[in-house]
């Protein structure tokens, strides 16, 4: 592993070695607060229907167990730590610091690319191990194409917190990971790629940056209504369209309570374990094209409970949301990808889009291409909303 901890000489940053460790204590707790979490009682929308309204109350039971009886979080540290794991203090748009931690595969080739990979919500670091393990079997430092980047965005894990005083948006955090990308000494440029929130700040920096030289994504917003004016629809945008108004009719209810009452729901699940299960274990369920393991739902659960995130990782809904527009399909796509229906700029960058065919809103090339230069393009005939751990075995077409 010492080989890819390298970091470039061009660094700038003070960059520090960083060790996941979560004390005996907290661990203690955590676990004695499982314990004692009482489970709700049996009733018709939780035992009767499947998942029609949510998480059954046979799965929680068993998903307690599991994790109370069987789940080593200590394991799942140590693979966090298997990779090289740092933090460096950066400056953000508004003047804040922000201790960043992030996961890195440095090569030590002279004409590496540097690529940064962003997570979404409710994700973290932990869903690009699988692939730092793919390269790491693939490449070895000297042969490695890439710097790999994986930061926790900011107020994510093992990141540092957001400003008390002040409020905090996407694009604040945008700029707080140019700041880390430029620190590392990529200012001769650098690609990004990201799915959910990730793709917000790959989007972000793509626009506003000369040293982001391009993008990917795996979630694509919709074009603006000019754009899809007087636009007949194929049939894979019909599905798109299908798959919005069922989202938003049936599952849309997180995205309002996380918007716009954020701190009630942040103290909530803050403070019970198997509360958050709960919350996060119903989009982990109800967003892929099959279950995940249960093992990786715990821990991306835990990671967030025992670092406190919940409560910091809901900035980006108070952020996003749909304008009021005449054309209802708009309206219902605006509402479930938090793009505004306006005219923004066309990306003229290269970029990149991979489609997972149970994404949650599976936006179809054709709209992709009317917001940016897509000179590449997977389409799979698998996969869903979590492509990194979950969907890395669709197969797709170019």
Partial sequence: MADYARVPTAATLSIRPFKAYISDEKLEEFKKLLELSPIGPAVYENTSVGRTYGITRDWLVHAKDVWLNDFDWRKHEDRINSYPNFKAEVKDSQGNTIDVQFLALFSERADAVPLAFFHGWPSSICEFMDILDLLKQRYSPAELPYHVIVPSLPGYAYSSGLPLDKDYGIDVAASAMHSLMMGLGFGSGYLVQGGDLGSFISRILVMTHDECKGMHLNTMVPPSPDDLEGHSTD???????????????????????????????????????????????????????????????????????????????????????????????????????????????????????????????????SWAMKICNLISFNQHDGGGHFAPPADGKAKGTA
Wanted: negative net charge.
């Fill in 235 to 365: 049939k894979q945008e019909e599905r798109a369209l299908q798959k919005a108004n069922e989202f938003t009719d049936t599952s849309f209810g997180f995205f309002l309570e996380q918007g716009t009452r954020p701190s009630t729901l942040g103290l909530v699940l803050s403070s019970s374990p198997l509360a958050l299960l709960s919350w996060v274990g119903e989009k982990k369920l109800e967003w892929t094209d099959e279950d995940p393991p249960l093992e990786k739902i715990l821990e991306g659960v835990t990671l967030y409970y025992l670092t406190d995130t919940i409560s910091r990782s809901f900035y980006h809904n108070r952020a996003l949301g749909g304008r009021a527009t005449d054309d209802p399909r708009i309206a219902r796509l605006s509402v479930i990808t938090g793009f505004q229906p306006m005219k923004l700029p066309f990306i003229e960058k290269p970029c990149g889009y991979s489609l997972f065919l149970n994404e949650i809103v599976p936006g179809p090339k």
